[in-house]
């Protein structure tokens, strides 16, 4: 608390409260100073929840085994220096949990399965292999060998310690050396992601930053207006002048400025968590309302992990699939049988959905011993001795195996990969693939090759290199990918709410191409980007080869008007040396047989040419993308979408409704890790299905039940509500295991509907926030003109006045900002910037016509005051000048609410949003009755005079026009400049320019 209380803004706030006391406004100071030390107490409480949370996860105090001067010794991991060379393991604390490990380390020898859940939140472990199969010359990259890397706060499920290596393990762990220690570490950077994320809940900051800028700058004019003025009479105090100015300066920025700004992030931020979507850097949430592009990796987003094995192809020059495994060559069902990565862990099977389902699909089985066999039939059982885990950037993975007293290297990967390494290349090799990609199917090639005798230890001695070359063909495995059932739907809402789509991934061109015509990411003629037959070049082609245009970077902007555009992975590499990088990238729909950093660098060419960026993938191969982009969303496989004909989560009802029920894990899919984390979705889930139970058990018995069961099923419900929303105006608690090193955005989900919600609650946020600094500017426009040129004559607003004036105002700006929005995204676009012709013309005009109906009601006013000259530095006394100038300043400040609450298309309409309705109806009768004199005493408390009779109508009547006026001028301007696509292509034209003068 004491942090907050000396923090600049909140100081600058207490010393104008003090500035209102010295003017004698006691009940407003005292109103704007509780609500000060509110806002303070909710974001302390806040803070707290979260360090109490963080504490939960610190580093553990175990003891490892250290290499230091020439000796083991045992040392706590709190002790741990980068360069220290550990024994690493499997290790349990004193109530049987796994401890995490305590440092980034990078594995020497060994290998070990481990849990990532608390870093990216994916359930299924990672397989971690030694570094030394990797050359000497090369450099270690944190992206690219994260296979070889053990990330602190992991927990380690398994390890195999490597026994031929020379320096052996006193403890029987991994030989590892240490990288990065404490908040350097991949948890040390989530842990101050997530505990200083509360600190930055804002929108628009620069801007804000200008705008508030702009309103000092007119109230230093006005202060100087009032100070000119007032020195120019000597009788004036001194001290009650320079108060007046001192007032005009700070009331432009208002004591509730930061609670006004932070409220609109928080609703949605708390929406969003009721979804099942965790957001640590909640400032991004009103760049997902400026989003214009939005870019989906295929294989695990778009499509489903669950594949499906066709069987295999390419068998004796025939391009027909073949399913029946017994007309299978036996070497084509020993390598899909034996080159992959599954592991087993607490006694079940876990690691990729595809090598799964090729196991499946032969009918064969792989036991914990690492040996493959056939569950019936004849067949040789395969014993795999080394593998080279598959890579990225190599695009296939290789094993060295064992039949009966053979030894053998089984490879597999990409066809186009493979090719090169082929002895014998079939003739009809590349048809074939490409009739089964141009399907949509997954096509893998498989080859292999004999080698010579050799004993264990030489054959897992290995170089990858050799293990590689020279293979002998030996088919093609054909999957099935089915994409995600809302997947289309889904799209095809983005596409229709002004997005454009991308698709990047690291599959085939032909397969990517496929799913994404399903997907509505490509509808017109397709082109992709290849090399020529003959080597020397690159040309456009059409996926079934009828059409070729040149490759030219400068006509890509004029083909892509007729055409949907794809490139490979392969093409990137003449793209950079051309430098035709901002010419194609920004025109190009799908890209294929790409690297995560290839992916990184499609983000940032998309972002330099002024596209405002989302990537939804998942948070293992998409780490660098998902960070570069302006909205990253990692999708968790953990709740599988929620099944409803409607949208795919509407933030107008309670979260019960979307969170849905987990999937049941089937065995061998995928380790459960609400054991080891205590996932709290995973924990709200359950809680949900025991209330439905007792829901249902009371039904089934055919009972009615009792007041009391009904009062303590209600009550059970409450406390969960609470428990889970907390106090509604702080942001939600983002804990480890919900939050993912990946990006900003974790969606547990098995769908891409998190982008809708993601995208709906952004606009509805910067909607609200732009609402907020116009009516803000306007009210304080209106605030520095009666301080200033109306305190001159005299004019002053008494305490209570002032109050009330407070609590509107406060009011309505909180539920202005609990606006929810629509279900369904409008393919009209909100304002992305405060500084626009809109924004400029809408403050101007408006403020024209507050200030006229301010100035005529004030005029008329004059003419039933007695002769008797006003004191200006008098106390406040009641007179009909003071009267009228509150009650136009009040229905200024109706009409301001009123004519700019942004509804349709983003958000609830007037109507729609009760609170705020009731709110303005509320005030609109409140100013009627208060104009029209009918209740005395309230006039009197207020301390308001009575109004000549035909004046109280006249002011009604000129505060009816005044409201239709604004109403009329600002349904005008939103007509007139509606929110558009940016115009990023005249961005990109400049750029591509520059570089080519460069």
């Known amino acids: 608390m004491k942090e907050h209380c000396v923090e600049p803004f909140f100081v600058f706030q207490v010393f104008s409260v003090v500035l209102w006391c010295l003017d004698e406004y006691w009940y407003y100071s005292l109103f704007t100073l509780f609500m000060l030390f509110v806002f303070e107490s909710t974001m302390v409480k806040s803070r707290l929840k979260t360090l109490t949370e963080l504490r939960r996860v610190r580093v553990d105090g175990q003891s490892l085994m250290v290499h230091r001067c020439g000796k083991w010794v045992k040392l706590s991991g709190m002790d741990l220096l980068p360069g220290d060379v550990v024994s690493i393991g ?367 230890s030489e054959a897992r001695g290995l170089d990858r290199d050799v293990v590689e070359n020279n293979l002998i063909f030996t088919g093609f495995a054909v999957f099935n990918c089915p994409i995600r059932p809302d997947s289309a739907r889904v799209l095809s809402e983005l596409k229709g709410s002004s997005h454009d789509l991308v698709m990047i991934t690291g599959d085939q061109s032909l397969t990517a191409c496929h799913v994404a015509s399903q997907v509505h990411i490509i509808s017109k003629p397709t082109l992709i980007l290849t090399a020529t037959k003959n080597g020397d070049g690159y040309e456009w082609i059409s996926p079934d080869e009828t059409v070729t245009n040149p490759y030219r970077p400068d006509e890509v902007d004029a083909l892509a008007e007729s055409h949907d555009l794809c490139v490979g992975g392969d093409c990137f590499g003449l793209i950079q040396q051309t430098s035709a990088v901002l010419q194609v990238i920004p025109y190009v729909k799908v890209f294929a047989r790409v690297a995560p950093d290839q992916k990184e660098l499609i983000l940032t060419t998309l972002k330099s040419v002024g596209r405002m960026t989302l990537m939804c993938g998942d948070g293992t191969n998409d780490v660098g993308a998902l960070k570069q982009a302006h909205v990253g969303v990692a999708l968790l496989n953990a709740i599988p979408p929620s099944q409803s004909n409607g949208p795919s989560s509407q933030a107008s009802k309670p979260s019960d409704s979307k969170l849905g029920k987990p999937k049941k894990p089937r065995a061998g899919t995928e380790l459960s890790t609400s054991r080891e984390n205590g996932d709290p979705e995973q924990t709200r889930t359950r809680t949900q299905t025991r209330l439905t139970r007792t829901d249902s058990s009371s039904s089934s018995t055919n009972r009615p039940m009792t007041a009391a069961e009904r009062q303590q099923l209600k009550l059970k419900k409450l406390l969960e509500e609470m428990n889970e929303e907390g106090d509604g105006r702080a942001p939600p608690i983002v804990r480890l295991g919900d939050a993912s090193m990946a990006s900003p955005f974790t969606a547990k989900h098995a769908s891409v509907s998190p982008t809708l919600d993601i995208i709906r609650q952004g606009r509805s946020t910067l909607v609200t926030t732009l609402q907020m600094f116009k009516i803000l500017g306007l009210n304080c426009l209106a605030t520095a003109y009666v301080l200033s040129v109306m305190y001159l004559d005299g004019v002053k607003l008494g305490d209570v006045q002032a109050t009330i004036s407070g609590v509107f105002t406060a009011a309505f700006f909180l539920f202005i900002s609990h606006a929810r929005p629509l279900p369904t995204l409008s393919s009209e676009r909100p304002h992305p910037n405060i500084f626009s012709s809109y924004m400029c013309l809408s403050l101007l005009g408006q403020f024209a016509i507050h200030l006229t109906f301010l100035i005529s009601s004030v005029k008329a006013a004059e003419k039933y005051m007695p002769e008797e000259c006003i004191e200006p530095d008098s106390d406040f006394h009641p007179n009909i000048v003071n009267t009228v100038s509150y009650m136009a300043n009040m229905m200024i400040q109706v009409a301001t609410f009123g004519v700019n609450y942004m509804g349709h298309p983003f958000n609830q309409s007037v109507r729609e949003n009760k609170p705020f309705f009731y709110a303005l109806f509320g005030a609109v009768v409140f100013f009627t009755l208060v104009t029209s004199d009918l209740i005395r005493s309230l006039n009197d408390a207020l301390k308001l005079v009575p109004l000549p009779q035909p004046f109280g109508s006249k002011l009604l009547i000129w505060a009816g026009l005044m409201i239709a006026s604004c109403y009329a001028w600002e349904r005008f301007l939103r007509w007139a400049f509606p929110g558009r696509m940016p115009e990023w292509r005249r961005h990109q034209r400049q750029l591509g320019g520059s570089k080519k003068d460069a």
């Open 90 to 456: 499997r290790s349990s604390g004193q109530n049987g949990e796994d401890r995490a490990v305590p440092a980034d380390m990078l594995l020497l020898a060994g290998s070990a399965i481990v849990n990532e859940a608390i870093l990216t939140g994916e359930s299924t472990p990672q397989w971690k292999v030694s570094i030394l199969g990797r050359g000497l010359e090369e450099k270690l990259s944190a992206k690219r060998d994260k296979g070889h890397i053990l990330f602190g706060g992991t927990k380690i499920l398994q390890h195999t310690p490597d026994k031929s290596f020379q320096l052996k393990t006193p403890d029987g762990g991994c030989l590892a050396i240490v990288l990065r220690t404490g908040f350097e570490t991949s948890q040390g950077k989530l842990m101050r992601t997530i505990l200083f994320s509360t600190e930055r809940v804002t929108a628009n900051n620069w801007e804000s930053g200008l705008f508030i800028l702009f309103l000092v700058v007119f109230a230093l004019i006005a202060a100087g207006y009032v100070l000119t003025k007032g020195l120019e009479d000597p009788t004036r105090s001194k001290y009650k002048l320079f108060l007046s100015c001192s007032l005009i300066i700070t009331s432009v920025i208002p004591p509730e400025l930061p609670m006004e700004l932070s409220i609109a992030v928080n609703t949605s931020l708390i929406a969003l968590a009721r979804c099942g979507i965790f957001c640590t850097e909640p400032f991004r949430i009103p760049f997902a309302g400026k989003v214009d592009i939005c870019c989906f990796d295929k294989t695990g987003t778009l499509t489903s992990d669950d594949m499906e094995f066709q069987g295999i192809v390419g068998l004796s020059g025939s391009m027909d699939l073949e399913s029946d495994t017994s007309k299978v060559p036996a070497r084509s069902l020993e390598i899909l049988a034996s080159c992959h990565a599954l592991v087993f862990v607490d006694n079940k099977q876990v690691g990729d959905p595809l090598e799964k389902a090729a196991l499946k699909g032969i009918d064969w089985i792989y036991t914990s011993d690492e040996k493959a066999m056939p569950k019936r039939g004849a067949g040789h059982a395969v014993q795999i001795l080394q593998r080279h885990h598959f890579a990225s950037h190599l695009k296939r993975m290789a094993v060295v195996v064992r039949v009966q007293e053979e030894y053998f290297s089984f490879v597999k990967g990409a066809p186009e990969t493979i090719q090169d390494r082929l002895v014998d290349l079939p003739p009809s090799y590349v048809q074939t693939y490409k009739k089964y990609t141009r399907q949509g199917s997954r096509v893998l090639a498989l080859a292999y090759k004999s080698l010579p005798e050799m004993s264990v």
